[in-house]
């Protein structure tokens, strides 16, 4: 039964993470069990998150050892490695069923993404902000007995009983789409992810910070490595697991695209949708061409009208992520373009600054540059963030993807204990 749900790699084929709810029922039918018992085994997967079927108590156990010996197994990727930055994230290699591996990003307190584009997310590091500039007004409270803490440490909102993270998935093993400034590129692609894959990973790095699911405030980007749009049955499936059994909000998702066209298309359809971020990363199809070859199949005009389909909430925004490589796309020209290109649009543009990776022929935009294209579209009534680097260090920050493995000694590679929770 199985093999027709995941109809992939053998290896995956007796995963219970990353079945649906009806899945199961059919699974547990076929093992002579009543519906209820796919309910607990539902609970236990998504809600508990446990790791393997012996965990599953709320089961008799005969049940739990015939599923065992049917070789069934939970089958959440696993954590084999994990290196954490000086600014707290964390880079975790994952190792999947078949062996091979990806990577996936933790950042306490978000990486400032969301900004601007209406979702919760972005609501959240507003009050944030605000927050942090008025937090005497909590922590210094007469007879409260606080001294002001250093917020840069403990993060602000943990003040208020919660934390707030940001985790970033990958959606395929390397990536097809040959992006010239990108280091996942350099894989090539070697598979997609299944759906219980993708979700998988948020469940794992879940597990690992202890988080709880309606009190922690968790966003998830899916800008790990791959393209997303270029395995879209598992990333939507992936989306469907994440909002209905772990129970994260799709307000608080965003997908961000190289520009898959029909995808595009396709997405603006869909009952459940994270908020869109289109990598831009040009501001005309010569250029585009030229650092994203993909460019030649659908070029900026194409991608735009396809974005302007997408039925945008009354407070949402549809991101466009500019990677700004020195020289190439950050004068001001380009700005001036940019701001044709999405003369219009309900959007917002976050900068980043391009992320350095052995083999990659660019150079980082000057400060100077930075500062002024950014000004200009400001100025212009577009809003622009720069997108803060998390997890430079690390090899973690955009673009640096690449497996933790086949990095140069200059990535530093901390074994980090197991169940370790920074300070977030
Ligand atoms: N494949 C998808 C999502 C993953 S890449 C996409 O391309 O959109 C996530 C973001 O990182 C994209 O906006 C991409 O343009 C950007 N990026 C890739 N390599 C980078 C690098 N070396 N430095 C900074 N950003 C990079
Ligand atoms: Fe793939 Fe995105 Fe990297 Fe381009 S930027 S190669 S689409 S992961």
């Known amino acids: 039964m199985l093999n027709k749900i995941n109809g992939m790699n053998p290896e ?3 995963q219970i993470f990353g079945l649906t709810p009806a899945e199961l029922k059919t699974l547990l039918e076929e093992l002579g069990q009543k519906p209820y018992r796919a309910n607990q085994l ?8 446990v790791t393997s ?11 739990r050892e015939q599923l065992i010996e049917a070789g069934y197994r939970v089958g959440l990727p696993e954590i084999v490695q994990a290196a954490r930055s000086v600014d707290g994230t964390e880079r975790y290699l994952m190792r999947l069923a078949d062996g091979e591996t990806v990577e996936t990003v933790w950042m306490p307190d978000g990486d400032g993404g969301e900004r601007g584009d209406g979702s919760d997310a972005s609501l959240e590091e507003e009050a944030v ?4 500039g008025n937090v005497s007004e909590f922590a210094d409270a007469p007879g409260s007995g606080r001294s002001k803490p250093d917020l840069r440490n ?3 909102l943990e003040l208020k009983g919660y934390r707030r993270a940001t985790i970033c998935i990958s959606s395929q093993v390397g990536c097809a789409v040959n992006c010239q400034f990108c280091l996942t590129a350099k894989l090539g692609i070697k598979r997609n992810l299944t759906a219980g894959e993708i979700a998988g990973q948020v469940a794992a790095v879940l597990n690992r910070h202890k988080i709880k699911i309606g009190k922690d405030r968790i966003n998830l980007v899916f800008m790990g490595m791959g393209e997303p749009f270029l395995n879209y049955d598992s990333f939507i499936r992936s989306v469907e697991l994440l909002v209905k059994q772990i129970g994260i909000p799709e307000s608080r998702m965003t997908v961000s695209t190289s520009g898959i066209e029909p995808a595009i298309r396709r997405f603006a359809h869909e009952p459940l949708r994270p908020k869109l971020a289109l990598s831009l990363n040009a501001s005309n199809d010569r ?15 194409q991608l735009l009208e396809a974005v302007k389909t997408l039925p945008l909430g009354k407070r949402e925004w549809v991101t466009f992520e500019y990677v700004l490589l020195g020289g190439v796309n950050d004068q001001p020209e380009h700005a001036r373009e940019v701001l044709d290109l999405l003369k219009g649009l309900r959007a917002k543009v976050n900068l980043i600054v391009w992320n350095p990776g052995p083999g990659i022929a660019y150079t980082q935009p000057k400060p100077e540059d930075v500062a002024i294209f950014q000004k200009m579209l400001i100025d212009a009534g577009m809003p622009a963030y720069i997108r803060r680097p998390r997890g430079r260090d690390i090899y973690a920050a955009c673009g640096q993807l ?7 000694e200059a990535a530093p590679l901390v074994a980090i204990e197991p169940a370790a929770t920074p300070p977030v």
């Open 12 to 14: 995956a084929q007796r």
């Open 42 to 49: 539902c609970q236990a997967i998504y809600n508990q998150r």
């Open 53 to 63: 079927i012996e965990e599953v108590t709320v089961f008799p156990s005969s049940l």
């Open 129 to 132: 902000d605000g927050l942090e």
């Open 154 to 156: 403990v993060g602000a």
């Open 287 to 301: 250029i585009r061409e030229e650092v994203m070859p993909i460019t030649r199949k659908w070029n900026i005009a």
């Open 402 to 408: 690449k497996r933790t493995v086949d990095l140069p």
